[in-house]
Structure formats: C-alpha cells, structure tokens
C-alpha cells in the first residue's frame, strides 16, 4: 500500500491544514486544527477515516489552536497516543486523557513499521 498522505483543509481563508498520514498499518492525524475547525476537520475525515481508527494525533507545532480541539476529537472516539510539543503540555495535563507523549521522550521519531517512519521536527523555537 505504502503511504497515504491526506490534505484536509480546515479553514479554506488561510489555507490552513490538517493531514492524515495513512499506511497499511497506521493512522496519523497532524496537527488538527482549533475547536471551530472541528466541523470541517469531521468533514474532511469522514471518507477517510473514523475518529475512533487514528492510532495518532501529532500536536508539532506551538500553536495553541492545535490543542484546543483535543477535548473533541477525544469526546467523538479517539483512543490512540497523542503525541506533543512540549510546550503544549501544560494544557494537555488538565486533559482527562492519559495516553500523552512528548516528541523529545519518543526522541523526535516514531517508528511504526521497518518501512513507515515520522521525523517530527520543532518548527519554532
């Protein structure tokens, strides 16, 4: 199969994006937007995806708008690893979720398969 990569535009005004990174194996959603992108964000998924069958959601950036929507996409059924910048850990603490990692502890990779490997990389400092 190899790697499915999925543009979801989630606020057509600034280009704004999410991506599903889809392999035979693995579901990756990257960085999913605001609260008041959920909508379109849900959109988006649903010929892809269930919410309940993304094995990762991948907070890279600082942006707080990445974060805010957490709580939803928790609340619709997702139950896979969320993986963050750390400077978003602490609004992730007051999540219920627990199953929470930073980028550094999984030293800034996250290997799924011998052939499917994400670098995340800081894009701010």
């Known amino acids: 199969m190899g790697i499915k990569i999925h543009s979801i535009e989630i606020e057509s005004a600034v280009k704004r994006k999410a991506y599903l990174l889809e392999s035979e194996d693995s579901k990756i959603l990257i960085d999913p937007g605001a609260k008041h992108h959920f909508d379109s964000l849900l959109n988006g998924l649903k010929p892809l995806v269930d919410i309940s069958n993304i ?71």
């Open 55 to 125: 094995d990762y959601i991948l907070l890279q950036s600082n942006d707080f708008l990445n974060i805010s929507a957490i709580d939803l996409l928790i609340e619709s059924g997702f139950k896979g690893m969320l993986i963050a910048n750390e400077s978003g850990m602490k609004y992730l603490k007051s999540s219920s979720f627990n199953n929470i990692k930073t980028i550094p502890e999984l030293d800034y990779q996250l290997i799924l398969n011998d052939e499917f490997y994400t670098y995340a990389i800081f894009t701010f400092s």
